[in-house]
């Protein structure tokens, strides 16, 4: 069974710009999270979503936003890009509930110029 | 909100050395598990572990919820176990995993 995929696995922006992100869970699972990890902050949660719907949020600016489709694919969107969110961006997929074994993609670095 | 302590913070073995990880939670979880993060920045799961304890080859852990730590031991260390391991609940009435800061182990030949 493949596991979960995560493109682009590299991007270098520029402030101001906006990125999309994308991540394809194993299949079968129907929970996508996403984890923002940075050397000052550490691995910080910032959505989860199921069915099509966020189920979770965690404390970013609403410049953060994600969706998921009927094939429970997630992609996350960043707007008016800032320094700071110069990150490694990880999705992760469960079976139903965050409260079953998570498993995580290789990530997207994004660097932001 | 919850608090996730790994200790120690950074760890520096030879080869074929034995060690231990822990992490400490300050409030009840519905979820615990242990990950090895690589070089490139992937998360390896290691153990799905809420209670109870668990062994894979060299590795086992143990949690113990009602003191609220778990434990990693890893036995006979490789260099391609180095990296940084990192401990991640889902606290009662919560769903997100809360990671602490890792422990970084170096395994030098």
């Known amino acids: 069974k493949a596991g979960v995929t995560q493109t682009p696995r590299y991007l270098i922006k520029t402030r101001g710009q906006q990125v999309t992100l994308s991540c394809s869970p194993i299949?079968?699972?129907?929970?996508v999270s996403w984890y923002q990890q940075t050397p000052g902050q550490g691995l910080q949660f910032l959505f989860e979503?199921?069915?099509?719907?966020?189920?979770n949020k965690g404390n970013f600016p609403g410049r953060f936003s994600g969706r998921q489709f009927s094939n429970s694919r997630s992609e996350m969107n960043v707007s008016t890009l800032e320094l700071g969110d110069s990150a490694l961006y990880l999705c992760?997929?469960?079976?139903?509930?965050?409260?079953?074994?998570?498993?995580f993609g290789p990530g997207t670095r994004l660097t932001v110029l | 909100g919850i608090q996730v302590e790994q200790s120690p913070p950074d760890l520096i073995l030879q080869e074929g050395a034995n060690s231990t990880l822990r992490c400490n939670f300050s409030?009840?979880?519905?979820?615990l598990q242990w990950f090895h993060q690589n070089p490139w920045g992937q998360l390896i799961n290691l153990f799905y572990?809420?209670?109870g304890t668990k062994q894979n080859g060299r590795l086992s852990a143990t949690t113990v919820a009602t003191e609220r730590y778990s434990l990693l031991y890893i036995s006979s260390s490789q260099t391609t176990d180095s990296g940084v391991y990192f401990c991640?609940?889902?606290?009662?009435?919560?769903?997100?995993?809360?990671f602490g800061a890792g422990t970084r182990l170096a395994v030098h030949p």
């Open positions: 991640a609940v889902v606290p009662g009435g919560y769903n997100k995993l809360i």
């Open positions: 572990i809420p209670s």
């Open positions: 979503y199921f069915s099509e719907t966020q189920r």
């Open positions: 992760a997929s469960s079976l139903v509930q965050v409260t079953d074994t998570q498993y």
């Open positions: 299949s079968g699972h129907r929970s």
């Open positions: 409030d009840s979880v519905n979820n």
